[in-house]
């Protein structure tokens, strides 16, 4: 069949609204910062994605953006090699500290990612199929998600926040935090729980799993501290949470710290901060350091790197989930058609989606149904872009003056002797 010629492609920052969730990096700001990229093809298909909107990230994907015309949508190792030469040798510092410093391969995985996703897209449009097909075909019809957690303020702190404040209202102890289960389950039917941990002290949060195991005895529960322990710490958490948690993610910073904790205990360590590009790998399989790798497009390179890292982990017995960080409905139904296409990725998906008010894509076809998200059967990923709601976002990113993503000057603002510094618990 012919090719499917690429004539240009945008990327367009919008801000999202977001409520005060505390982290190990402190709060977050009233806005997260996201993009739509569109790729255009010469037969007058668009294929669409979505990245972080972060400035050094813009710079990036408007610097790729001018080097795609005459590429074939349909040529992904050409996608590479354009990228390749578009980056250069400059290495762009990445979107959150969290996945630590920047560099070549980390640059060039997140431009592909990027833009691989749009031509998925594009290609799927094409050939009126979905992307799970084009990814080696659906193993699932429906893709499970856990209930992300968190410990949060009622409100942003005075003078910040642009809207008023949720109807979450606060969660800053045990009750609080099964109260807020307690509702992501009644509304969304999730059948797993992860915690996001690494803001009080650690006995407060395995008080706090404790109680949610007790709330919801039938449903896995997972705890992410961020690396906001030390290992020693990590280990005495580790061993009074013995049988009681799924996995333990990112307990303690770098790959031989989370090999000290795994040798000691019995529970999978899970990660998204150690384990984040191919280079990281062999160490960690060779140390034992996790036995549960979470994935993620955006940063690891695209839909085929997720299933590349996919067959590596099985080769080595490891599982395999997916991390999310804030964002919109074209990231998930990306998700959602690489992990539908994706065997041994059985773990259930993180998802930002309930702290969400804000979406640029059409209503009605991504919805959770117990837990999950049923695989969009379209051409394509499935979803498309609310011109509207997308102008309205991006009118609402020129205006909030957020450019980069800083929880610790936020959190700064409440407590100002805050530094953001892990392991902050030694």
């Given at each position: 069949m012919p090719g499917l010629v690429v004539t240009g492609a945008e990327v367009v920052p919008v801000a999202v609204k977001d409520p005060p969730l505390l982290n190990a990096s402190g709060c977050h700001e009233p806005f997260q910062l996201r993009s739509i990229i569109r790729v255009r093809t010469a037969d007058g298909i668009v294929g669409i994605s979505e990245a972080y909107g972060d400035d050094r990230t813009l710079e990036l994907l408007n610097r790729v953006a001018a080097v795609l015309p005459g590429l074939d949508a349909f040529d992904l190792n050409g996608l590479t090699r354009r990228v390749v030469e578009a980056v250069g040798t400059q290495t762009v510092p990445m979107f959150t500290e969290l996945i630590g410093p920047a560099s070549l391969q980390k640059t060039v995985a997140l431009a592909v990612g990027a833009f691989e996703v749009a031509f998925f897209d594009a290609q799927g449009k094409a050939l009126g199929r979905p992307v799970a097909d084009l990814l080696g075909g659906a193993v699932r019809d429906r893709v499970?998600?856990?209930?992300?957690?968190?410990?949060?303020?009622?409100?942003?702190?005075?003078?910040?926040?642009?809207?008023?404040?949720?109807?979450?209202?606060?969660?800053?102890?045990?009750?609080?935090?099964?109260?807020?289960?307690?509702?992501?389950?009644?509304?969304?039917?999730?059948?797993?729980?992860?915690?996001?941990?690494?803001?009080?002290?650690?006995?407060e949060e395995v008080e706090a799993v404790r109680a949610l195991r007790k709330a919801f005895p039938d449903r896995p529960v997972r705890l992410d501290p961020n690396a906001n322990w030390s290992p020693e710490v990590a280990a005495r958490v580790?061993?009074?949470?013995?049988?009681?948690?799924?996995?333990?993610?990112?307990?303690?910073?770098?790959?031989?710290?989370?090999?000290?904790?795994?040798?000691?205990?019995?529970l999978p360590l899970a990660t998204n901060m150690c384990v984040v590009c191919f280079a990281d790998l062999p160490e960690a399989v060779r140390l034992g350091a996790v036995q549960v790798v979470l994935s993620d497009h955006h940063f690891w390179g695209g839909l085929r790197a997720c299933q590349r890292l996919a067959g590596i982990c099985?080769?080595?017995?490891?599982?395999?989930?997916?991390?999310?960080?804030?964002?919109?409905?074209?990231?998930?139904?990306?998700?959602?058609?690489?992990?539908?296409a994706t065997p041994n990725?059985?773990?259930?998906?993180?998802?930002?989606?309930?702290?969400?008010?804000?979406?640029?894509?059409?209503?009605?076809?991504?919805?959770?149904?117990?837990?999950?998200?049923?695989?969009?059967?379209?051409?394509?990923?499935?979803?498309?872009?609310?011109?509207?709601?997308?102008?309205?976002?991006?009118?609402?990113?020129?205006?909030?003056?957020?450019?980069?993503?800083?929880?610790?000057?936020?959190?700064?603002?409440?407590?100002p002797s805050f530094t953001g510094a892990r392991p902050r618990f030694a």
């Open positions: 499970d998600f856990s209930a992300y957690l968190f410990y949060k303020w009622a409100e942003h702190p005075d003078g910040t926040a642009a809207f008023e404040p949720d109807e979450w209202g606060a969660a800053l102890d045990p009750d609080g935090i099964v109260a807020q289960a307690r509702t992501m389950v009644d509304r969304y039917g999730f059948g797993s729980l992860k915690l996001k941990g690494g803001v009080f002290a650690p006995q580790a061993a009074e949470l013995e049988g009681e948690l799924e996995y333990l993610e990112d307990p303690t910073p770098g790959i031989p710290g989370m090999a000290q904790v795994a040798a000691g205990t019995s099985e080769t080595f017995g490891l599982g395999l989930s997916m991390h999310s960080n804030t964002h919109l409905g074209v990231s998930l139904a990306a998700m959602v058609h690489v992990a539908a990725l059985t773990y259930a998906l993180d998802t930002h989606v309930p702290w969400k008010t804000e979406e640029v894509i059409r209503p009605g076809a991504l919805a959770f149904r117990d837990g999950a998200i049923g695989v969009p059967t379209g051409p394509g990923l499935g979803v498309e872009i609310d011109e509207d709601a997308l102008a309205a976002l991006h009118e609402q990113y020129v205006r909030c003056g957020i450019r980069g993503r800083d929880d610790a000057t936020h959190m700064r603002r409440v407590d």
